[in-house]
């Protein structure tokens, strides 16, 4: 099976396998706007960093600014409040700094933010040597996939270990190493690319499009002087390359949301590098956009936040990420914010909250605390991303949505970013830039590249395979996602709605259920069977937990939600297609009976008790509890899980759930369970009532509108946000949330950013 990249690279990629067939202020006051050679491993013979007689950089470089800054400093009314915020600090580094890595420069980092903020504390700072480093640089010199990711770390190791103290000065010599590997970098796709050099770097996705040109910008920011001799233009000339990419990223944010939704792994990659420039940057204007990003998604984060979880569909995730709250790449980081998390922290290198506590310009709304802490019953609606339609008829002149013409290069990075890589109506500019950049030469592209070359690449192929098959060849494509999200102080539920309904999706995760950060249900379609491995994160991509085969039609009204499985496609869809995806005859549940305090069987219910919470799960096929035999990892459960629906991939799942307020368990099981759902498995899909204790009766088809209690409900065209703490329209730019306590407005056209 290939994996996302290998099979999925944009419109270009899928035409190597279509030949084969025939991708601030307070409220009072507003703010507007070893040695220093290459190590001897790296195969970068043209653009390798200098060698040991170039005149050390380190220098000559441009030192971050004063903490002084354009956004309202620490302490600020309507800020986090600053003591609590310092406790929570002391509480993840005293955490994190017992540990010395100094091969990891997140680690690095942690020990260079305890020695900044207690003089006293000392570290084997000597340990941290460019042999300790080397597996970085390596991949940084060999130009590998995610490389950005550790320039974005190896910024703070620069900016922080120039201290003037022995715990904050280390060593000169992996100063350089960081600094020559800055200037050596290629930041762009269609940089020019050296004849004896290959770049793996996916600079696509919504977080990597940011983090690359954050990095651009902070490289240009440090060495304005220097030639970078990929582009031979000035570090000057970089910074002011990004600059304007970078702002028009966090105003797509205010207009469209979050291209990958709630991602509990990719919210982290949002967050980090705009920290990074709100703490490192010395331009005013990108310091001041940088925090109202952040504002935004730190409330995405604490408006789905329910006792330690991201209690939220997913755009992207991973099995694992979404199997426990504790395996979220956001998990430190809403511990250490809102600390409200059972059990301690994770990660002694949380590449979200070991930052923040190195931060001394931003700090968090007293909003979002408020927001994460409201234990009121709350619905949060909200929409993100942009739709494009990949089955609409080829013409020569599509026309593309809010401007973004698909046949300008320019927009190919907004595009991609959406994950719409399998449409045909960027087929063609696709294909014409892995042409001209040598994209096809990546490792991300070599398998694809092979089945290119065998069939020739005809563009007009590509376009009407794609036509004809979106629903698997767009895999990767979040579109646009309405999302529901109901919330009590025992128990939440979310899901998104009527999203590429039967479409295979490949790090989707439509719906979830929870109670605790280990407490929570939610089904899948999977493509592949489990992984027999000992090894509790193996698994396909997409594989039996992570993503969907087919997507559900999924319905939700306060605590009731409908999901039906009914796949867009089959082996006969297409050949080739069949023979890369031929997902399992089943839809199964993700039910930890271990990890609830009861757990009752009642005909196709089951239903679990955990902590005043509750969850009722229920499905139209027959259901059985897989069994997991020795040496198949179960992450330390010994009870079932695995509540698999055989007999077909076709199935309805109902869901209700609820808490101790709606009365005793017993209770909660009797009201669930004393009507039986009807469903009508028709021709062309399902039709399912059922009367639910607390919406009433719930109406619902593949093709029918939802009907709670004889009115019908949206499942669409939401808002850009909804909830009890302020609604903004799809599009609007100036965007204003209140609690009884705070208030926090952000525009992102002016990126001013109002605290109360």
């Not at 922080?160 to 600094?179: E, F, M, N, S, Y």
């Not at 966090?250 to 990074?276: C, D, Q």
Request: hydrophobic share 35%; proline share 7%; net charge negative.
């Amino acid at each position: 099976m290939l994996r996302r990249r290998e099979f999925l690279t944009g419109g270009l990629s899928l035409a190597a396998i279509a030949a084969c067939s025939g991708t601030e202020s307070s409220s009072s006051t507003s703010t507007s706007a070893g040695a220093t050679t290459a190590p001897s491993t790296s195969t970068t013979p043209t653009t390798t960093p200098a060698p040991a007689t170039t005149a050390p950089l380190a220098t000559t470089s441009t030192l971050p600014s004063a903490p002084a800054s354009p956004i309202a400093p620490p302490g600020t009314p309507g800020l986090v409040d600053e003591a609590f915020f310092r406790a929570r600090v002391d509480s993840y580094l005293e955490y994190a700094s017992v540990r010395t890595n100094p091969g990891n420069s997140t680690g690095i980092v942690v020990q260079l933010a305890q020695a900044r903020r207690d003089p006293s504390y000392w570290w084997d700072i000597d340990a941290v040597t460019v042999e300790a480093l080397q597996p970085t640089w390596t991949k940084i010199d060999e130009w590998r996939d995610t490389r950005d990711f550790d320039f974005m770390y190896l910024n703070w190791v620069y900016a922080l270990g120039r201290g003037d103290t022995d715990t904050t000065r280390i060593d000169p010599g992996v100063i350089d190493a960081i600094a020559l590997r800055t200037i050596a970098n290629r930041y762009r796709y269609d940089d020019p690319l050296p004849d004896d050099r290959i770049d793996h770097l996916w600079y696509w996705s919504e977080n990597h499009r940011l983090i690359t040109l954050a990095n651009e910008r902070l490289a240009g920011e440090m060495f304005p002087d220097e030639t970078f001799p990929v582009t031979g233009m000035t570090g000057a000339e970089h910074a002011a390359r990004a600059k304007p990419d970078i702002l028009e990223w966090i105003n797509e944010r205010g207009r469209f949301g979050f291209f990958e939704w709630h991602s509990n792994v990719y919210m982290a990659k949002n967050v980090t590098p705009l920290l990074m420039l709100c703490e490192l940057s010395d331009d005013d204007d990108l310091v001041r956009a940088a925090a109202v990003g952040l504002d935004a998604c730190l409330l995405d984060m604490a408006s789905h936040y329910h006792r330690g979880a991201y209690v939220a569909p997913h755009g992207r995730t991973y099995k694992k990420d979404k199997m426990t709250a504790r395996d979220e790449d956001t998990f430190d980081l809403a511990k250490m914010l809102f600390d409200r998390t059972p059990g301690g922290y994770e990660s002694t290198t949380s590449t979200t909250a070991t930052y923040f506590g190195a931060a001394t310009r931003y700090r968090p709304p007293a909003l979002v605390l408020d927001v994460a802490h409201d234990d009121s019953t709350t619905v949060t609606r909200e929409r993100h991303g942009v739709w494009a339609d990949a089955s609409e008829p080829i013409t020569d002149d599509p026309v593309a949505p809010f401007g973004y013409d698909y046949d300008d290069p320019a927009n190919l990075p907004f595009w991609w970013s959406l994950g719409a890589v399998g449409m045909w109506q960027l087929a063609e500019v696709g294909t014409a830039q892995a042409d001209e950049f040598r994209l096809w030469e990546g490792d991300a592209f070599t398998q694809v590249k092979l089945l290119s070359d065998a069939q020739g690449g005809d563009v007009e192929a590509i376009k009407a395979w794609e036509q004809a098959n979106p629903q698997i060849l767009n895999l990767g494509f979040l579109a646009e996602a309405n999302t529901y999200a109901w919330r009590s102080p025992q128990v939440s539920l979310a899901a998104v709605l009527d999203h590429r309904k039967g479409e295979l999706r490949d790090q989707g995760h439509a719906w979830q259920a929870t109670i605790d950060p280990d407490a929570r249900v939610f089904t899948t379609h999977p493509m592949t069977d489990r992984a027999e491995s000992n090894d509790w994160n193996d698994d396909g991509d997409p594989g039996y937990w992570t993503g969907e085969a087919s997507m559900p039609r999924s319905a939700q009204f306060e605590r009731t939600a409908v999901h039906l499985y009914l796949p867009a496609y089959d082996e006969t869809t297409d050949a080739l297609l069949g023979a890369f995806f031929p997902y399992r005859p089943f839809t199964h549940a993700y039910f930890p009976t271990d990890h609830f305090d009861e757990v009752r069987e009642v005909g196709n219910w089951v239903v679990g008790s955990k902590s005043g919470g509750y969850v009722a799960l229920w499905s139209w096929r027959p259901t059985a509890w897989r069994e997991y035999p020795a040496g198949v990892a179960t992450n330390g459960m010994t009870g079932p899980f695995d509540l698999v629906a055989d007999g077909g991939p076709d199935n309805a799942w109902i869901v209700e759930v609820g808490n101790e307020d709606d009365g005793t368990f017993d209770e909660f099981v009797t009201a669930v369970t004393s009507t039986e759902p009807q469903v009508e498995r028709t021709d062309t899909g399902f039709d399912v009532a059922w009367t639910s204790p607390t919406a009433g009766t719930i109406e619902f088809g593949w093709d029918a509108p939802f009907v709670v209690d004889g009115t019908e409900q949206p499942i669409s065209d939401f808002p850009r946000h909804d909830s009890p703490w302020g609604t903004v329209e799809r599009l609007e730019t100036n965007q204003r949330y209140q609690t009884t306590t705070s208030g926090l407005t952000l525009d992102f056209e002016s990126f001013d950013r109002i605290i109360a």
